[in-house]
């Protein structure tokens, strides 16, 4: 069928709604280009068969031309919603991402993630003239100024910001400034004590 | 903004503290707007700068002050707020600029020269970039290995636009008269209600946008 491929790509990203980043499907990619190409090359030679004087050609060219659309608005949905997707792990893990997620992307996907953290950063350092403002921290409104957390990895000597060091070892607790601590929350190396 | 220069000149504590808190609640509703308003409005680079100068100052008088002293914590606990509002909303404006670029360079564009420019030149700068990105991206993974006929983007079916009917709450916050919220059409005749001071409406956003902009009414 008619941009079938084009198809899965989509429900690829209709089933990784949670958040997670499937792989980058460099073949389904290729295939509906495949396809394009192909549809093209046959609108091609009708069409200039029905210049020479051929009848009736004309209602598959449209059907034809009405795939390659679909095709390409698939295609671009798909990489779209992609890179939605990678932008928003800018904001979670930071500038850095963890290795499996890197691992699902394609290179040019990569490239992207570059030129975006460059163009945040350098966005971010140009708010209000001096220093800037990291967006990426105050997530959440603040309710108190120190937060109890738990380890949940080594993460060897911290320094606060008045100048103490702490070692922060897998399941000890501190009592630490949240500002401090935030972005090692969103990373998953401290978490946030509730009670 | 004759409030914030006058801010700015002022050197007595009691005036600083209340300007201060003027600009602070004047951003706490440009906040709200922009948090529920669907499309982007005018940048308030003038609260933004003016707050962040404060929170700095603020900071300063923190590394005076003496260790374990009271104050600090209440200080550092209100500066932690505004850092918040700040990042919320440059954040939330970010977000409205990632999503409706394409809309929102052409509203640039379009701009007549006595019209305000709703991004701030760090936005402008941004969102140039960020557009640009995107189309390479696409460009390079899958426009160029289209057939010929079919390699460009169409502005009118890719970009995204705000969805301007969608319905905000508000408060009035000045009178207003004859806002006309439906035009006429074949089987419903127009509808105009006149806005009090203080009522509070559900209403379509579009007939209300140049009030927001004024600051006739305020969303909550």
């Given at each position: 069928m008619l941009a079938e491929k084009a198809l899965e790509l989509i429900r690829e990203l209709q089933r990784s709604k949670d958040g997670s980043l499937p792989p980058?499907?460099?073949?389904?990619?290729?295939?509906?280009?495949?396809?394009?190409?192909?549809l093209f090359e046959q609108n091609q030679k009708d069409v200039s068969a029905t210049v020479e004087g051929e009848k009736g050609l004309f209602s598959g060219v449209q059907l034809r031309h009405a795939a390659l659309e679909r095709n390409k608005r698939c295609l671009l949905a798909y990489l779209y919603n992609r890179l939605e997707e990678i932008r928003k792990m800018r904001w979670e893990f930071g500038s850095v991402l963890p290795g499996e997620v890197k691992y699902n992307m394609c290179e040019q996907e990569v490239q992207w993630f570059g030129k975006y953290n460059k163009m945040l950063a350098t966005y971010m350092r140009s708010i209000?003239?001096?220093?800037?403002?990291?967006?990426t921290q105050d997530m959440k409104p603040p309710k108190t100024l120190?937060?109890?957390?738990?380890?949940?990895?080594?993460?060897g000597e911290f320094e606060t910001q008045d100048g103490n060091i702490i070692v922060l070892k897998k399941n000890s607790q501190h009592f630490l400034l949240r500002s401090e601590c935030e972005h090692l929350i969103r990373q998953g190396v401290l978490e946030h004590m509730v009670h | 903004m004759s409030e914030l220069e006058e801010f700015g000149d002022e050197s007595s504590e009691e005036v600083e503290v209340l300007t201060a808190a003027e600009v602070l609640s004047k951003l706490e509703q440009a906040w709200a707007d922009e948090k529920f308003a669907p499309d982007l409005l005018e940048a308030k680079t003038d609260l933004v700068?003016?707050?962040?100068?404060?929170?700095?100052?603020?900071?300063?008088?923190?590394?005076?002050?003496?260790?374990?002293?009271?104050?600090?914590?209440?200080?550092?606990?209100?500066?932690?707020?505004?850092?918040?509002?700040?990042?919320?909303?440059?954040?939330?404006?970010?977000?409205?600029?990632?999503?409706?670029?394409?809309?929102?360079?052409?509203?640039?564009?379009?701009?007549?020269?006595?019209?305000?420019?709703?991004?701030?030149?760090?936005?402008?700068?941004?969102?140039?970039?960020?557009?640009?990105?995107?189309?390479g991206h696409f460009k390079n993974i899958a426009l160029r290995h289209m057939p010929p006929n079919l390699q460009s983007l169409d502005p009118k079916q890719t970009a995204v636009r705000p969805n301007l009917d969608s319905y905000v709450f508000l408060r009035v916050a000045e009178d207003t008269q004859g806002v006309l919220v439906e035009e006429e059409t074949v089987d419903t005749g127009e509808e105009i209600v006149d806005l009090e001071k203080g009522d509070q409406h559900i209403m379509r956003y579009r007939p209300v946008v140049p009030l927001v902009a004024s600051g006739a009414v305020t969303l909550i």
């Open positions: 980058y499907n460099e073949d389904g990619v290729r295939q509906v280009l495949e396809e394009m190409r192909a209000g003239g001096v220093g800037g403002l990291d967006l120190y937060i109890e957390v738990r380890c949940l990895a080594d993460h | 700068e003016c707050m962040l100068e404060q929170i700095n100052e603020m900071e300063e008088n923190i590394q005076r002050a003496k260790r374990g002293d009271f104050k600090v914590s209440l200080h550092r606990m209100e500066i932690d707020r505004i850092r918040y509002l700040l990042s919320s909303y440059l954040r939330c404006r970010l977000m409205k600029i990632e999503k409706h670029t394409t809309h929102i360079l052409e509203q640039e564009q379009m701009r007549k020269e006595e019209e305000n420019s709703r991004l701030s030149p760090e936005e402008y700068t941004f969102a140039k970039e960020y557009q640009a990105s995107m189309e």
